[in-house]
């Protein structure tokens, strides 16, 4: 893992530890930690700016291909290679959760701004809505954090999703190319775009 000043384009630090392909980086809201995901089947949260301590280390079960913060930065969520979400303590690495749903790899995950929805998107050509507000507000497992709803839509590996800032849309790209436009209360397709015949690997707003 690389950290690099913008402004002057230059290399702050590296970061070592991982043992295999980084799949997925991201940093929390208040700027204080960065977390990575690996091949490796570790997670990994480091100290902001400059990544000088690791903080601390989550071994899983299967390779990592997604990790992302939840808004305020309480939690941090983990899409596996195996189709499970884990759901971690974001001061110490521990589990608080798991979802199960997907039947491929979740590639991408992102949090709703107001925290009480997760998105995530998978190999199995889907995207899930998952509603965990119990978890976010009280830090313990209730039956409603297994609550989900599945869109379908994409005919290939759903390979990246965000969230527009107004929370109006959810956009996810494809390996088959598309892009797709979902709403975000009732989780329905709302518009296609196909612009290339070439492999969609990733979106942002």
């Known amino acids: 893992v690389q950290i690099w000043q913008v402004s002057e384009k230059r290399l702050v630090k590296r970061l070592s530890g991982h043992t295999n392909v980084v799949r997925d980086v991201n940093v929390s809201s208040n700027g204080a930690w960065l977390v990575s995901g690996s091949e490796d089947a570790t997670v990994k949260c480091w100290s902001m700016p400059n990544g000088s301590d690791l903080i601390w280390t989550a071994t899983v079960e299967s390779g990592v291909a997604a990790v992302s913060f939840f808004s305020h930065s309480q939690l941090v969520a983990v899409g596996l290679f195996s189709g ?52 976010v507000t009280e830090h313990h497992v209730q039956e409603s954090a297994d609550d989900v709803l599945a869109s379908d839509g994409h005919i290939s590996s759903v390979s990246s999703v965000v969230i527009s800032p107004d929370e109006q849309w959810i956009i996810s790209g494809s390996m088959d190319g598309g892009v797709h436009f979902w709403d975000t209360k009732s989780g329905r397709l709302y518009c296609r775009l196909k612009g290339s015949n070439e492999l969609g690997m990733s979106s942002c707003l």
């Open 84 to 135: 499970k979400i884990l759901i971690l303590n974001a001061s110490t690495g521990s589990q608080i959760h798991q979802l199960q749903g997907h039947q491929g790899c979740v590639q991408s995950l992102v949090f709703t701004h107001g925290g009480q929805t997760l998105v995530s998107s998978s190999d199995d050509c889907t995207l899930k809505f998952w509603d965990i507000g119990s978890i």
